[in-house]
């Protein structure tokens, strides 16, 4: 049988009584309509996860004391942030939402010269906090217990993303089919398989000619086969295919 | 500059003047707002993509004249046939709209034991249809002149699938995560490459033991990652990982 899990960054022990988070607590009365004495699962979004058993479900929210530890979905071997051109409308949800039950590190929304919303719209409308409850609901279906970390939106500046090493190497930085320098995924020596990668999608329009020319001496311009991809699956293709290549698969 | 793409089953050779069908007529004149004198491409949906011109489009319709051939985006080298388990609600949908932009070469909807619709229930409420008009549209936006076949949905019977060789080998059954008999994609021999493969994809509950019994004779019980995905998001990252397997990407 399987037990309902619950996202409680304050799990850390056996033993530990802790309280979750209102949205966590919501989560377990009013949808799941447990209660006192039930048994769930905890995680922690580091990568621990518990046994647990609710103590208190009322008005003061939900008390639980953790029990033995378990074992989550594994993480993938090879540690991959996404960097991914913020898309229109609610389409970045649903690459949150896929990039997390992927298996993917880090999530960093980035502003390019095509995206058609601004960092400071982004940063209003408190987009965010927004992707990062849709990581820790991916995070509960799909079986981890690492609420991958979602950056603040960027400006996106390859020369200076990387002197900062907020894109760990090697990079990698999906073009169109067909754009010039663009090399498929497959001709790429993937025999070394490092501990972390990036990867890098652009936005509905694509790059423009100077963000390629940049992004080519940093990284590797991959494509992936000679048919459009929707925006809002690309990355999830896209990393199916390179854990895939990194024998994930 | 990129032209609008239409379906038209009749194009055949340049100079042939053809009639648009209805649906792809509405979406020149109605949408595009195109007319008489505007250039467009079509395609046949059998591999031929030719440059055409509107001729008329009027209430009797919108007659074109095909001009020169022209190159689609290309067909992968496997032709992937999924055998897709229907889901509920719209998520079948987004399965047939993602695995032809991906580029399967046909669709199999079937009815497993643990199906939540029935084979009568998608026959009445004439899914096949839907599916169909998606997978045009599909096709539209990815740039592939073929647009895949979608079967009748059909009760799964691994054993009469093969029988009657419905199901191109070789034949991968997709199991969940710590599945007995389940082997990670990346473990299969994929040195040489088929023309013809099939993925099978069971719906939201899963397998039963006896069907998984039965795929495993007849086919490889592969695994993706330790993860679970969602249904309807499981296909794509399935074809995605075995056209990389298979060096499309």
Not at 39 to 50: D, K, L, P, Q
Not at 211 to 239: F, K, M, P, Q, Y
Request: proline fraction near 6%; charge should be negative.
């Amino acid at each position: 049988m399987s037990f309902a899990r619950f996202f409680a960054p304050a799990a850390g022990v056996p033993g530990d009584r802790i309280l979750l988070p209102v949205d966590e607590a919501e989560h377990l009365t009013r949808v799941l309509r447990l209660s006192t004495g039930d048994r769930v699962r905890v995680f922690n979004g580091r990568g621990a996860e518990f046994e647990a058993v609710v103590d208190a479900a009322d008005r003061d929210g939900v008390r639980l004391t953790l029990g033995a530890p378990c074992t989550p979905a594994p993480e993938p071997r090879v540690a991959i942030t996404l960097a991914q051109a913020a898309l229109k409308g609610d389409k970045m949800d649903d690459v949150v939402r896929d990039a997390v039950m992927i298996g993917v590190a880090a999530i960093l929304p980035v502003v390019t010269a095509r995206t058609e919303i601004s960092v400071a719209a982004l940063t209003r409308s408190r987009r965010r906090e927004r992707w990062e409850r849709i990581a820790v609901s991916s995070a509960k279906q799909c079986g981890r217990a690492v609420v991958p970390l979602i950056a603040e939106p960027s400006q996106f500046d390859l020369h200076v993303a990387l002197s900062e090493s907020t894109f760990p190497s090697p990079v990698f930085v999906l073009v169109e089919p067909n754009m010039a320098g663009g090399v498929p995924l497959g001709e790429l020596d993937t025999t070394t398989i490092p501990a972390r990668a990036t990867l890098v999608v652009g936005p509905e329009g694509g790059w423009t000619a100077d963000e390629v020319h940049a992004a080519s001496a940093l990284g590797s311009l991959i494509t992936l086969g000679g048919r459009t991809l929707r925006a809002d699956a690309t990355a999830l293709v896209a990393l199916a295919a390179l854990f895939t290549k990194y024998g994930e698969y």
